[in-house]
C-alpha cells in the first residue's frame, strides 16, 4: 500500500480485557517496528522485526505484551489483561532497511483501558 | 533511561522569528534523524545526518550534526504557523541495537 496501515484507530478496553493491534507495512519494507507514546511524550521503542524474525524485544514493558509477524509482512501488537498504565497511542513504522533510511509511520491506535 | 535530551522542551515563536532545537547526547551517535508530529498526528520522517559536522537545508529547515556526533541542531527560520507541532529527533545508538531512540521533542507553538 502507499503508507502504513493500522487498525482499529481507537480502542477502548476494560483493564483485564486483551486486545490485538495490527499494522500493515509498505509493502516490501524489510523492517518494522512498535512504538509506545504516552501523551505529551516521545516515542518509546517496544521491539523490532527483520522480516518475520522478531530480532529486539527488549522495549516490551511485561510479558502481557507479545508481537509477531509471522510471514514477513502483516504485524500483530497483542497486549493481554490490559492495565490502566497500557494506555498510550501504540505506533507502527516501517522502513527498507533499519539503520539506512528513515521510518514511515502509521496514524497509530490509541488504547483506553478503562 | 533517556539517552537522547531535547531542550527546549517548548517553544513559543512569534510568526516570522527564528528559533533553534537542540537535540544532545552523552553517547556517541551512529546517525541522528528528524521527525516532525503534527498536533493529533504521527511522526514523519523529515531528515537524515549521517557524517560528523553535515549540514543539510530543507527551504527554512537547517539540521545539523555536531563534530563530535553527540548533538544536532534543527534551525527554523522566519517561523509560519505551518511550521506548529513537536519536533523529535531519534538517534541510532550503536550500544542500543539497531533502533531509534526518540528524544522528548520540542512542542513549537506560534504566535500569528
Known amino acids: 500500500g502507499a503508507g502504513v496501515s493500522q487498525s482499529p484507530r481507537y480502542k477502548v478496553a476494560k483493564r483485564g480485557q486483551d486486545v490485538a493491534l495490527r499494522c500493515d507495512p509498505i509493502s516490501g519494507h524489510v523492517s518494522l517496528f512498535w512504538y509506545q507514546q504516552a501523551l505529551g511524550q516521545g516515542p518509546e521503542f517496544l521491539t523490532y522485526f527483520q522480516n518475520e524474525a522478531q530480532l529486539d524485544k527488549s522495549g516490551l514493558p511485561s510479558d502481557r505484551f507479545f508481537a509477531e509477524r509471522p510471514e514477513g509482512s502483516v504485524s500483530t501488537l497483542k497486549i493481554q489483561r490490559t492495565q490502566q498504565e497500557d494506555s498510550a497511542v501504540y505506533l507502527c513504522?516501517?522502513?527498507?532497511?533499519?539503520?539506512?533510511?528513515?521510518?514511515?509511520f502509521g496514524s497509530g491506535t490509541r488504547l483506553t483501558v478503562v | 533511561g533517556q539517552q537522547v535530551m531535547q531542550i527546549p522542551q517548548y517553544q513559543h515563536v512569534q510568526e516570522g522569528e527564528d528559533f533553534t532545537t537542540y537535540c544532545n547526547s552523552s553517547?556517541?551517535?551512529?546517525?541522528i534523524q528528524w521527525y516532525k508530529q503534527r498536533p493529533g498526528g504521527h511522526p514523519v520522517f523529515l531528515i537524515q545526518?549521517?557524517?560528523?559536522?553535515e549540514v543539510k537545508k530543507q527551504k527554512r529547515l537547517t539540521f545539523q550534526f555536531g563534530e563530535a556526533k553527540k548533538n544536532s541542531s534543527l534551525h527554523i527560520t522566519a517561523t509560519q504557523t505551518t511550521d506548529v507541532g513537536t519536533y523529535f529527533c531519534a538517534a541510532l545508538i550503536k550500544a542500543a541495537g539497531n533502533k531509534l531512540t526518540f528524544g522528548g521533542g520540542t512542542r513549537v507553538l506560534v504566535k500569528p
Open positions: 553517547t556517541t551517535l551512529s546517525n
Open positions: 545526518l549521517v557524517k560528523s559536522g
Open positions: 513504522a516501517s522502513s527498507p532497511h533499519a539503520v539506512t533510511y528513515g521510518y514511515t
